[in-house]
């Protein structure tokens, strides 16, 4: 079985533009050299195209740890201050479990179930939803 | 039957392209012991913390993957060992929120939560070994003593 190893490419990552949102999706093993080349590309091009949304579609990636994890809420947190919103879809389950075991709740992330809902959510025309915490509600 | 081929390995720890190698051989490692996915992902993200950590504050090393078998039930140890300047403080660097480096201070600790037994041993100027144990199903019953 010892071909079944897939070789890992270095590399970049590649950000597609939909309309108002950029598209990146994660696939297989990453190094940490193409997440950080990533989150440079990513704070880049929200600041030449003006998107306001960054979506990051993560279903293909088996694991997630603490470096990535950070490296994903550091694009979130750079997109904010580049008035874009980030959203991080399609978590595996197991992907899920693990990172709440490890530790590593990542509250400042926002994120969605499939690729469409996450779409969805960056598309509204008001932003009901906001990723830097609740809404002051008045009474 | 399983067998140790394809289970047991030493590889080097020296570049983040052998990061990949490890969270690989874990995955397919565990895969073939038997281990459910939940399981397969909690030990590869461990092994990628530990590796993480033998790379970055060890200055590279080595895991070594061994196959235990005990009563039936499969098991994989992962050894990372690296000869840098050790560890002075196990129960800082063991506590949740701790970090030295530009992390979120959950490698040590979160890796400990991930896997069934966990064992470290440092000495300053002389490196770090960390040993974990991953049980396909669940952990034996230990040894009944009197």
């Not at chain 2, 990628?48 to 590279?60: D, F, I, K, P």
């Not at chain 2, 895991?63 to 560890?87: K, V, Y």
């Not at chain 2, 440092?122 to 019953?141: E, F, K, L």
Request: aromatic share 4%; charged share 20%; net charge negative.
């Amino acid at each position: 079985m010892s071909d079944a190893y897939s070789r890992p490419v270095p590399g970049h990552v590649p950000v597609l533009r939909l309309g108002d949102v950029l598209l990146v999706t994660l696939q297989g093993d990453l190094h940490d050299s193409t997440a950080q080349q990533l989150q440079q590309d990513l704070a880049e091009t929200i600041s030449r195209t003006g998107v306001r949304g960054v979506l990051i579609d993560i279903s293909g990636v088996e694991i997630v740890d603490s470096f990535l994890g950070r490296v994903l809420a550091e694009i979130a947190a750079q997109a904010k201050l580049l008035a874009a919103r980030t959203v991080v879809a399609g978590m595996r389950p197991a992907v899920a479990i693990t990172l709440a075991e490890l530790g590593l709740t990542l509250p400042g992330l926002s994120t969605a179930l499939s690729t469409e809902a996450g779409m969805e959510l960056l598309t509204q025309q008001t932003p009901a939803y906001r990723p830097g915490g609740p809404r002051q509600e008045s009474p | 039957m399983h067998t140790a081929a394809g289970v047991e390995a030493c590889l080097p720890i020296r570049s983040d392209m052998d990061l990949v190698w490890v969270r690989q051989h874990v995955r397919q490692a565990a895969a073939q012991l038997g281990f459910g996915l939940v399981d397969q992902t909690k030990l590869v993200t461990a092994a990628s913390e530990l590796a993480r950590n033998t790379l970055v504050h060890g200055g590279g090393g080595q895991m070594e993957a061994t196959h235990l078998s005990s009563g039936g039930a499969q098991g994989l140890r992962l050894a990372f060992t690296d000869e840098g300047p050790g560890i002075a403080d196990l129960d800082q660097a063991l506590s949740d929120g701790y970090t030295s480096g530009d992390g979120l201070g959950m490698g040590l600790s979160g890796a400990r939560r991930l896997v069934h037994d966990f064992e470290i041993d440092s000495t300053p100027g002389d490196g770090t070994t960390v040993r974990v144990t991953c049980w396909a199903a669940r952990p034996p019953r230990p040894r009944e003593e009197a």
